[in-house]
């Protein structure tokens, strides 16, 4: 039961929780996108592929910041949550994946 506690207490922490909100808004908006305007190819990258790079990469400092400081102090929940950050990453970016949108 600890180890389930102190996961739960790691998602707690921001630098936990942004970089998900970030992949959730990300896949949100390309499911947005896709059910309003289809899969076509556009001629040019629209405002909404470049939100999407933006919350993309916007992750990659605070995940590296979570990893330098919650690793050394406590390795399995810090793993699990990076972990779920991939998962989320990887979901986000699976609709250009699978489309080749």
Not at 7 to 34: C, F, H, N
Not at 71 to 77: D, K, Q, V
């Amino acid at each position: 039961m600890g180890g389930s506690a102190s996961t739960i207490a790691s998602l707690k922490r921001p630098s936990a929780l942004i970089p998900l909100a970030m992949s959730i808004a990300a896949l949100a908006l390309v499911l947005g996108y896709i059910a309003m305007f289809g899969t076509a190819r556009q001629a040019d990258e629209g405002t909404a592929a470049h939100l999407w790079q933006l919350l993309m990469a916007a992750q990659i400092p605070i995940i590296a910041f979570f990893a330098i400081k919650w690793l050394p102090r406590t390795p399995g929940p810090a793993l699990l949550v990076l972990a779920l950050q991939a998962i989320a990453g990887l979901a986000a970016a699976a609709p250009f994946f699978l489309l080749n949108f």
